[in-house]
T-cell receptor, first 112, second 113 residues
Framework: AQKVTQAQTEISVVEKEDVTLDCVYE???????LFWYKQPPSGELVFLIR??????QNEISGRYSWNFQKSTSSFNFTITASQVVDSAVYFC?????????FGSGTQLTVLP | DSGVTQTPKHLITATGQRVTLRCSPR?????VYWYQQSLDQGLQFLIQ???????AKGNILERFSAQQFPDLHSELNLSSLELGDSALYFC????????????FGSGTRLTVV
């Protein structure tokens, strides 16, 4: 069975602080993908990143960066210099061939 | 705009009723996936169709059914609705039958009263 754990239910930071969202996953598959999605208050699911199980390179996109460590089954997401507009629920997900298994999400609130 | 269109955006109905949610995939996508996001269960995979045929089933109740039509749009039918069916229902689509990741529509918010 596949499982994604986001232990942080809620995080609150002050604007310009860096924040890291944790994600730990469980799977027996050798080939899988990991994802992060953002769900702003409007409700839609916004795709942020996809990483396959064979690529452990960290990735940086603007203020966003991702740290994938297969040895610890973790795929953490860091926002640098957070902004109020980053306030949202962030979901980590584990992808098999046909479906995504989502974590329970982390509510991030960035205060001005 | 993700290219995946879901209608209606909001739906309010009474317990015991039946509703139909509609999804039009992105142009060229053959696979459609349905997900339910509820307060109790979080985001859960319901079902996948590829080119008109059911391909995978998740935690979909027997009161729920889906189909994909020749024009590739899909409908999710929810019957004998209960209060606990109140949720945000997402549709997603992808080109391939098996695909690691896909694009979500903006969702249909169902409220059962």
């Amino acid at each position: 069975a596949q499982k994604v754990t986001q232990a942080q239910t809620e995080i609150s930071v002050v604007e310009k602080e860096d924040v890291t969202l944790d994600c730990v996953y469980e799977t027996r598959d050798t080939t899988y993908y990991l994802f992060w999605y953002k769900q702003p208050p409007s409700g839609e699911l916004v795709f942020l990143i996809r990483r396959n199980s064979f690529d452990e390179q960290n990735e940086i996109s603007g203020r966003y960066s991702w740290n994938f460590q297969k040895s610890t089954s973790s795929f953490n997401f860091t926002i640098t210099a957070s902004q109020v507009v980053d306030s949202a629920v962030y979901f980590c997900a584990l992808g098999s061939a046909r479906q995504l298994t989502f974590g329970s999400g982390t509510q991030l609130t960035v205060l001005p | 705009d993700s290219g995946v269109t879901q209608t209606p955006k909001h739906l309010i109905t009474a317990t015991g009723q039946r509703v139909t949610l509609r999804c039009s995939p992105r142009s060229g996508d053959l696979s459609v996936y349905w997900y339910q996001q509820s307060l109790d269960q979080g985001l859960q995979f319901l079902i996948q169709y590829y080119n008109g045929e059911e391909r995978a089933k998740g935690n979909i109740l027997e009161r729920f059914s889906a189909q994909q039509f020749p024009d590739l749009h899909s409908e999710l039918n929810l019957s004998s609705l209960e209060l606990g069916d109140s949720a945000l229902y997402f549709c997603a689509s992808s080109v391939q039958e098996t695909n690691y990741g896909y694009t979500f529509g903006s969702g249909t918010r169902l409220t059962v009263v």
